[in-house]
């Protein structure tokens, strides 16, 4: 009896964390997106059923998602990547380059699958694996792509959490990859 009792006190303050894990003007994550901020938590009915929203704009795809707050973390929205993982990303990017020796569709499909994962070292893997210093032979089309995409996304955090602008993040991972050339 009491076991029962004890249960939904754990689950109440579970739901109210969950609530403050992320609030509005904060900067997240969402794997398949990259860095947006929520805007509001605002309250929507859907098919009869009132559910609580995060509205979450990414400013450079102009776009604005809606995640109901009680799946943010099943679908792997986070908070920003903290320095440390920055820095751990940024000296995976002077690691030597990991191609295997598949065909280009097969790892087209795990680096996109990496992209998409959110976790910014195994971006910073794609960005690393994929990035062609001036003397290299030409990428394909869509191996650049994907290079760009996973740049981009790479770029967007680093730039979220050392408080700076995109282009100059792009900077600073692109002169990672040049010093590993060198």
Same mark, same amino acid.
Not at 50 to 60: Q, S, Y
């Given at each position: 009896?009491?076991?029962?009792?004890?249960?939904? !006190?754990?689950?109440?303050?579970?739901?109210?964390?969950?609530?403050? =894990?992320?609030?509005?003007?904060?900067?997240?994550?969402?794997?398949?997106?990259?860095?947006? #901020?929520?805007?509001?938590?605002?309250?929507? &009915?859907?098919?009869?059923?009132?559910?609580?929203?995060?509205? /979450?704009?990414?400013? !450079?795809?102009?776009?604005?998602?809606?995640?109901?707050?009680?799946?943010?973390?099943?679908?792997?929205?986070?908070?920003?990547?903290?320095?440390?993982?920055?820095?751990?990303?940024?000296?995976?990017?002077?690691?030597?380059?990991? /191609? #295997?020796?598949?065909?280009?569709?097969?790892?087209?499909?795990?680096?996109?699958? #990496? /992209?998409?994962?959110?976790?910014?070292?195994? /971006?910073? &893997?794609?960005?690393?694996?994929? %990035?062609?210093?001036?003397?290299?032979? &030409?990428?394909? %089309?869509? =191996?650049?792509?994907?290079?760009?995409?996973?740049?981009?996304?790479?770029?967007?955090?680093?730039?979220?959490? @050392?408080?700076?602008? @995109?282009?100059?993040?792009?900077?600073?991972? =692109?002169?990672?990859?040049? #010093? !590993?050339?060198?």
């Amino acid at each position: 009896m009491t076991a029962t009792a004890v249960t939904p !006190k754990k689950k109440i303050p579970a739901n109210s964390n969950k609530k403050l =894990e992320f609030k509005a003007n904060d900067h997240v994550v969402y794997p398949t997106h990259g860095v947006g #901020k929520i805007m509001k938590v605002e309250e929507q &009915e859907v098919a009869g059923a009132k559910l609580e929203l995060f509205v /979450i704009t990414f400013e !450079k795809d102009k776009m604005t998602l809606r995640v109901p707050t009680a799946k943010a973390k099943a679908v792997g929205m986070r908070k920003l990547s903290s320095p440390d993982v920055v820095a751990t990303a940024l000296n995976t990017l002077k690691g030597r380059a990991r /191609i #295997k020796r598949t065909m280009w569709s097969r790892r087209a499909q795990e680096y996109e699958a #990496k /992209i998409n994962s959110g976790d910014l070292v195994a /971006i910073a &893997e794609v960005v690393r694996d994929l %990035y062609r210093a001036s003397g290299q032979p &030409e990428q394909s %089309y869509s =191996e650049r792509q994907l290079y760009e995409a996973a740049l981009a996304r790479m770029a967007r955090e680093v730039a979220a959490v @050392e408080r700076t602008d @995109e282009p100059t993040a792009v900077k600073r991972v =692109e002169g990672m990859l040049v #010093k !590993k050339a060198a």
